[in-house]
Nanobody
Framework: QVQVLESGGGLVQAGESLKLSCTAS????????MGWFRQAPGKEREWVAT???????EYTEAVKGRFNISLDNAANSVYLQMDDLEVEDSALYYC????????????????WGQGTLVTVSS
């Protein structure tokens, strides 16, 4: 099993920055992709950004130019640098990890963290 732990959330004012961290631990062969999702009160969970183990990244349109996702393969960690935060960015941010596990036969699965809360005040 894989455990995912996020950290770095907090309360900031609009225009300020935060950096979220996520680390995967447990038994796996390889991490394929790591990504961030968010869920605001009363809204559905939405995708924010994803990065592959090769470093290819993608972002949802709302955060392009303001957020940067990065990866530390050796530490099994992914980071989300969030700059110029807006009130609309307030949400519970979740980290999702897609990984391979097994020995003779590899299987694919994913794991989610419990979330870290980001609150942006005006």
């Amino acid at each position: 099993q894989v455990q995912v732990l996020e950290s770095g959330g907090g309360l900031v004012q609009a225009g300020e920055s935060l950096k979220l961290s996520c680390t995967a631990s447990g038994t796996f062969v390889r991490l394929n992709t790591m990504g961030w999702f968010r869920q605001a009160p009363g809204k559905e969970r939405e995708w924010v950004a994803t990065i592959t183990n090769g470093g290819y990244s993608e972002y949802t349109e709302a955060v392009k130019g303001r957020f940067n996702i990065s990866l530390d393969n050796a530490a099994n960690s992914v980071y989300l640098q969030m700059d110029d935060l807006e009130v609309e960015d307030s949400a519970l941010y979740y980290c999702k990890v897609d990984y391979l596990y097994g020995s003779m036969i590899y299987r694919r699965s994913d794991a989610w963290g419990q979330g870290t809360l980001v609150t942006v005040s005006s």
